[in-house]
């Protein structure tokens, strides 16, 4: 991993960024936590509107802190950073003494400086290490995951995570040749892939490695568990108004923070007919989304990536 980026070379354009940060309302003196800093675009928006106010960003990846801390340094004064994976967010409330926070914002996924970033072996389009790692101390890495798991398991992933039809062929490719020798880096794989695949679903559309990348990424980095226990406890940290911004990229993803959110918003599920509520459940958010907010045609001109972006927002009763 390089450890000399420097804030020029950490380019990402932030998705939805208006759209968020109208939605936040950021008050001058609120507290606010991003929980997924990256390149620090919807930090910088939010902390321009603190005067008393702070902001905690959060993130599991050092490289994105350093680059960030260079970027923001001129609210340096309202701002702490905490390298950290997001689910931690009790943990990392707890040990700034913070108890409710009056919005918070998650951007899920990687940036475009880590998949642009061939060393960090997120990308089919740059050969690398098969790394994948958003924090370069986790243990487990791409490496592991492809020349290590069962066929069964492997299989699974490519289904579960990356919706990939051809997962049986996949998976069973992949172990054919690591049978042969460890698969190590991102072009053998992304190879390995291609020759599993048809001819038929190899043209048009999205690169044929592309779903198969995206799964083996997430379970390297446990994204959708992280990303269950994380919604569930920052909703339970906001103020009584407090806003909650979350832009998934994926139809997993969206699911999750859809149904999270609907979860929370569901008040009493006892029957009609019980006279008293026995279930004790009770509306702790207001979805202010009903439907997500897509991205202008503008935004989809100026940054393709931006395409499955989905923004959903509720706020704390
Ligand atoms: C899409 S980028 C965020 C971009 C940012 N909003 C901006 O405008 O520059 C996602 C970032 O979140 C981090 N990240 C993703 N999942 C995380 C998790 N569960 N815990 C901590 N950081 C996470 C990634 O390392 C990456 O830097």
């Keep these: 991993m390089s450890t000399n980026t420097s804030a020029q070379d950490f380019s990402h354009y932030s998705v939805l960024l208006n759209e968020t940060i109208s939605a936040l309302d950021v008050k001058p003196d609120g507290i606010y936590v991003d929980l997924t800093l990256g390149g620090g ?28 801390k260079i970027r923001l340094l001129p609210y340096q004064d309202k701002i702490t950073f905490v390298h950290s994976f997001n689910n931690e967010i009790d943990d990392v409330l707890d040990s700034l003494g913070i108890g409710l926070v009056d919005g918070a914002v998650a951007d899920l996924g990687v940036s475009s400086y880590q998949l642009d970033n061939a060393e960090r072996g997120f990308s089919y389009m740059h050969d690398a290490p098969l790394d994948m790692r958003m924090d370069s101390e986790s243990a487990l890495t791409a490496y592991d995951v492809v020349n290590g798991y069962k066929e069964e398991e492997l299989k699974n992933i490519l289904y579960k995570y990356g919706e990939e039809n051809f997962a049986p062929k996949i998976a069973a490719a992949i ?41 083996i990424r997430i379970a390297v980095n446990g994204e959708l568990d992280r990303l269950s226990v994380m919604l569930n406890k920052v909703i339970d940290r906001l103020k009584p108004d407090g806003v909650f911004a979350v832009i998934s990229f994926h139809s997993l993803e969206d699911r999750i923070v859809k149904t999270a959110f609907a979860d929370a918003a569901r008040g009493c599920t006892c029957p009609p007919s019980f006279p008293v509520c026995v279930c004790g459940n009770k509306e702790k958010v207001k979805i202010l989304t009903k439907k997500p907010v897509l991205p202008t045609e503008k935004e989809l001109y100026e940054n393709p990536r931006s395409r499955s972006a989905k923004l959903r927002v509720c706020k704390k009763i």
């Design 41 to 68: 675009g919807h930090s910088e928006k939010i902390a321009e509107k603190l005067i008393t106010g702070r902001l905690v960003c959060v993130d599991a990846d050092t490289t994105a802190i350093e680059a960030s």
């Design 175 to 215: 172990c054919k040749k690591r049978a042969e020798a460890p698969i190590k880096t991102t072009l053998e794989l992304s190879d390995i892939i291609k020759s599993a695949m048809p001819e038929k679903a190899k043209t048009g559309g999205h690169h044929p490695a592309k779903r198969s990348f995206q799964a």
